[in-house]
């Protein structure tokens, strides 16, 4: 098994570019695939399907494929742990493949953020994120890059834990193409151009 995971770590070394680890967090199992708490998965889908790959192989508690974009080497990672345990295939991946914190990035759904908005940033803490929170942990740091994805507040007195496991209602679920495709454009630009750059480009409200 240690020789299998040499070699795929050696398939993933690029001389030319750099090594970037992308992250989107969610809870595994079908029931959960439409869940607010889920759109972290559902942008990862939607970068490997711009890069024409497919998550067919499994490491560290989680499903990942490789691909190249602009030069550099991706690593895309969908963790098989629930949320809450998400730090620890992160921090294995980071740690197998020594990957440099600035070169990571998480995505993942923020109940303090109106639906339809993104916000790039390069640190900072949890907001109560339990996926945020487990990976703060294991990485003993909190900068490093996160993509957030607005979901709205819950609506009357429903409770967020409560909310964010609910599906995407009918009329979030029509706009959702829309900001898959801009949360994925902004990952792939703060790969090719920089995590300055994507949040200059996309830090405001779709017009």
Known sequence: MRKLLKKIGANTKNDSGKLYLIVGLGNPGQKFNNNRHNIGFMVLDEIAKKLNTQFARFQSNALFTTEEYHGNKLILVKPRTYMNLSGQPVK???????????????????????????????????????????????????????????????????????????????????????????????????????????MNKFNRKNS
């Open 92 to 198: 294995a991946f980071v740690k197998f493949y020594k990957i440099p914190l600035e070169n990571l990035i998480i995505t993942f759904d923020d109940a303090d953020l109106p639906f339809e908005i993104i916000r790039l940033r390069p640190e900072g803490g949890s907001s109560g994120h339990q996926g945020m929170k487990s990976i703060i942990h294991n990485l003993g740091s909190e900068v490093f890059n996160r993509l957030r994805v607005g979901i709205g507040r819950p609506p009357g007195k429903l409770s967020t834990p409560d909310y964010v496991l609910k599906d995407f209602s009918k009329s979030e679920i029509e706009l959702l193409p829309l900001i898959l495709n801009r949360a994925s454009d902004a990952v792939l630009m703060f790969v090719a151009e920089g995590i300055d750059a994507a």
